[in-house]
């Protein structure tokens, strides 16, 4: 496999010698020139493509923000109600129930 000519990137994990495989997709994105200067210099720096300079620095971001936070029940901005039973056969609340309790049943 040639990373530059099949669309996946592979690497062999560290932490479990397996091969992985990801796919990548394309991106366009407008970055300040200061920003991107830097990037760029870093890159040849390091010895790396800007695009996988990139890719790492998004899996950092990603590693550390990328989990979403649980919302408390209070912090909604909807009462949140817990409890009651299932409903009964034929008392379920579909779309046809619901227009049928709005509007009649049409008949």
Request: charged content about 25%; proline content about 8%.
């Amino acid at each position: 496999m040639d990373p530059e000519t099949e669309p996946y990137t592979w690497l062999v994990s560290q932490q479990t010698g397996l091969l992985v495989i990801f796919e990548q997709m394309k991106m366009t994105f407008d970055l300040p020139a200061d920003i991107a200067q830097r990037l760029r210099v870093l890159a040849a720096e390091e010895g790396i493509k800007l695009k996988d300079l990139m890719a790492e620095a998004c899996r950092q971001f990603l590693t550390h923000h990328g989990k979403p936070q649980k919302r408390k029940a209070g912090k909604l901005p909807f009462p949140l109600f817990k409890g009651g039973h299932p409903a009964k056969p034929g008392e379920e609340l579909t779309p046809e129930r619901v227009a049928e309790i709005l509007w009649g049943s049409g008949q």
